[in-house]
């Protein structure tokens, strides 16, 4: 079992930057494909951006390629979702998320099975 830890969710003005870091609890993340996710209230969930456990591959939703960046540092086990540009529309909260050891489809979000409890972004206008 995968146990995750967000952090760096806040209030940001349309325009700026917010990272949010992601760091298993008690455990390495080696091995493991790590997403992010968000839910706005009133909307399904969804996949905003992912990473291959080696770090080679990533994957990002069209509603946020080219503004978000997802990256981790094996040695640290941290996950990092840089948000560039945010838009009121970003605004939600955001899950850290693991896929099973070495699975194959990183961007498979039914494929996720460890969770984070959450952490809110919000973007004023």
């Known amino acids: 079992q995968v146990q995750l830890v967000e952090s760096g969710g806040g209030l940001v003005q349309a325009g700026g930057s917010l990272r949010l870091s992601c760091a298993p609890s008690g455990r390495t993340f080696s091995g493991h494909n790590m997403g992010w996710f968000r839910q706005a209230p009133g909307k399904e969930r969804e996949l905003v951006a992912a990473?291959?456990?080696?770090?080679?591959?990533?994957y990002y939703a069209d509603s946020v390629a080219g503004r978000f960046t997802i990256s981790r540092d094996n040695a640290k086990s941290t996950v990092y979702l840089q948000m560039d540009s945010l838009k009121t529309e970003d605004t939600a909260v955001y899950y850290c998320a693991a896929q099973r050891r070495y699975s194959s489809n990183y961007d498979y979000a039914d494929e996720y099975y460890f969770w984070g409890q959450g952490t809110q972004v919000t973007v004023s206008p």
């Open positions: 990473i291959r456990w080696s770090g080679g591959n990533t």
